[in-house]
């Protein structure tokens, strides 16, 4: 099976820009979680969508938002970008039925806010 | 906020040499896991053991956990130099029902192992 796949690779964007990213869940997984990793911070967790729903959400404002299409396929956006946005994003995908959370993350986005 | 705390923050060893890394974490746990993450790039799991477990295998892996002490460690045996890598341990906090894929993790240990 193929993995997990995020686009773009590499971004750069200006502060006041918002941003879309892309990522495609190995092919019958329908849980994607989004991570955040910065040198400071560390990983942290966005938020997780299983068949379209979000399940789950961590800690960041309202300008981060995200969505899951019927395919699995997710989406996250950020508005109104901020220099600390700067990051790794990562999604991950999880089996169906894997009551043990194992994931399997894609590549991430490199996003660079100038 | 960090569930796990990895100790330490860097090791470097040289190849052949076993490399133990440990981490603690704060919350009751249904299990541990381990990645690894090759410079910058997307990390890939390693190793899950369960709350109920103390001890797994696998490869040149070994992991244990103490859940009284909320700790675990991560050895790798025989090391080489492609194990060079930051490792995260990273705890789940959810149900058994696969209803919270939210994992918690630490900042990372960075291992670097010479040739």
């Known amino acids: 099976k193929a993995g997990v796949t995020q686009t773009p690779r590499y971004l750069i964007k200006t502060r006041g820009q918002q941003v879309t990213l892309s990522c495609s869940p190995i092919s019958g997984h329908r849980s994607v979680s989004w991570y955040q990793q910065t040198p400071g911070q560390g990983l942290q967790f966005l938020f997780e969508y299983f ?19 019927s395919n699995s ?14 990051a790794l994003y990562l999604c991950a995908s999880v089996p169906d039925g894997n009551s043990y959370n194992e994931q399997f993350f894609g590549p991430g986005t490199r996003l660079t806010v100038l | 906020s960090q569930q796990g705390e990895e100790d ?72 080489r130099a492609a194990d060079t890598a930051s490792y995260f341990c990273a705890t789940d906090v959810g149900s058994y029902t696969g209803a919270n894929s939210k994992l918690t993790f ?7 192992v010479r040739p």
């Not at chain 1, 979000?54 to 899951?68: A, D, L, M």
């Not at chain 2, 103390?54 to 675990?72: A, N």
């Open chain 2, 106 to 112: 630490g900042k990372g240990i960075t291992l670097s």
């Open chain 1, 51 to 69: 068949s379209e729903t979000q399940r789950n959400k961590g800690n960041f404002p309202g300008r981060f938002s995200g969505r899951q299409f």
């Open chain 2, 8 to 79: 330490p923050q860097a090791l470097s060893i040289q190849e052949g040499e076993n490399a133990t890394m440990n981490c603690s974490y704060k919350t009751s746990i249904n299990n541990l896991q381990w990645y690894r993450q090759n410079s910058g790039r997307g990390l890939v799991h390693l190793i899950l053991i369960r709350s109920n477990e103390r001890e797994k295998h696998s490869g040149r892996l070994r992991v244990t956990l103490d859940t009284s002490k909320k700790s675990s460690s991560l050895l790798i045996t025989a090391s």
């Open chain 1, 73 to 86: 396929r997710s989406e996250m956006n950020v508005s109104t970008l901020e220099l600390g946005d700067s």
